[in-house]
């Protein structure tokens, strides 16, 4: 897999709303999503809004090769998805006009009030 793009997706209303996507980071071509609007899957049970990061990828050769979806980062690609989460953050805290919002992250968050 190549990474080609970092957006972060609103997801309101149980929707992933595509057509508002913020493409972070590029690092190939990337139009944005062929799709407006897409049900959110995540959290059916006890859903939330707000905003979240994703890494659009495209097939490559080492897939083939290696039979199976393979993805090689770079720091480059590591520090612009750090950054798409962290702005996430922010989007996210205000979409719901709090500081704390009780996120998953993938790793610790820099915010002191995400521990508040």
Do not use: C
């Not at 929707?15 to 995540?42: E, N, S, W």
């Not at 993805?71 to 709090?98: G, P, V, W």
């Amino acid at each position: 897999m190549i990474p080609v793009a970092v957006v972060i997706i609103l997801r309101k209303n149980q929707i992933h709303h595509l057509d508002q996507a913020i493409i972070y980071r590029r690092f190939r071509a990337f139009k944005g999503f062929p799709k407006a609007k897409v049900p959110a899957a995540y959290r059916k049970n006890n859903p939330i809004d707000g905003y979240s990061v994703a890494l659009v990828l495209q097939p490559s050769q080492v897939d083939e090769d290696f039979g199976v979806p393979t993805l090689f980062l770079t720091t480059e690609h590591l520090e612009a998805i750090q950054q798409a989460l962290d702005k996430s953050d922010e989007l996210t805290a205000k979409l719901l006009n709090r500081q704390s919002w009780r996120g998953k992250r993938p790793y610790a968050s820099q915010f002191l009030y995400h521990y508040m």
